[in-house]
């Protein structure tokens, strides 16, 4: 148990649906992350929040929108999306990405598997 | 840029024995911290083990070692009397002032641990 939770843990979804991926964190940081992960790729970074504001959108398409209501939530809001973007997706959060340390450890979530049909 | 190179996709290892897993990274930057992560078939990434660049000696924690060699970039991952729950996906990430701070991961390495 690292502090960081994610729900729903599996997600199965149509092109046409609309579902939101849900990160909490109890570790008292004040940044954010999402990541992506695909089968036999390196792990993707997409957004990183940092005391709520959005500090990197790592060219995503805008099927994809998140949102950080406080330094504990981060939510990925899924609408209209294709078979290639089902993967795992995984939330992270840090101290704070702003301290730009080398050392300031990313610590994550279980992931959300999931599968657009 | 930053990079991290896992040359090793598997290896496998006897149950109780030590296996090294090896990274090798590319950065220009003076200061930097190195991280492993274990991800098993569940998918939770696990941090296990830090280095900072300016750390004068190796990083342990438990059963966990980081051999680093500044000179060589390198910065290996000895796993000690290995157990089968070691059995996952080990990867190496970086991060420094080149990569505005966001972490550099390598491609990961598959560790099997044999009973």
């Known amino acids: 148990e690292t502090g960081v939770t994610q729900t729903p843990r599996h997600l199965v979804m149509g092109m046409t649906n609309k579902k939101s991926l849900k990160c909490e964190q109890h570790l008292g940081h004040n940044a954010m992350y999402w990541y992506k992960q695909s089968a036999k790729k390196p792990l993707e970074l997409m957004f990183v929040?940092?005391?709520?504001?959005?500090?990197e959108n790592n060219s995503v398409p805008s099927r994809f929108s998140p949102e950080c209501p406080n330094s504990s939530h981060l939510f990925l809001h899924l609408h209209t999306l294709q078979p290639e973007d089902s993967a795992l997706y995984l939330c992270?959060?840090?101290?704070?990405?702003?301290?730009?340390?080398?050392?300031?450890?990313?610590?994550f979530g279980p992931g959300t598997r999931l599968t657009v049909l | 840029a930053q990079k991290i190179t896992q040359t090793q996709p598997g290896m496998f290892v006897q149950e109780k024995e030590a296996v090294t897993l090896d990274c090798t990274y590319d950065t220009s930057d003076p200061s930097y911290g190195l991280f492993w992560y274990k991800q098993p078939s569940s998918g939770e990434m696990i941090f296990l083990i830090y280095?900072?660049?300016?750390?004068?000696q190796n990083a342990t924690e438990g059963r966990y070692s980081l051999n680093f060699q500044k000179a060589r970039k390198s910065a290996n991952l000895v796993i000690s009397a290995s157990q089968l729950g070691d059995s996952a996906m080990y990867f190496c990430?970086?991060?420094?002032?080149?990569?505005?701070?966001?972490?550099?991961f390598g491609k990961g390495t598959l560790l099997t641990v044999n009973p």
């Open positions: 992270a959060s840090s101290q704070a990405m702003g301290m730009k340390r080398a050392t300031d450890t990313q610590y």
């Open positions: 280095q900072g660049s300016y750390d004068q």
């Open positions: 929040y940092n005391f709520k504001e959005q500090t």
């Open positions: 990430a970086m991060r420094g002032e080149g990569s505005n701070y966001k972490l550099t």
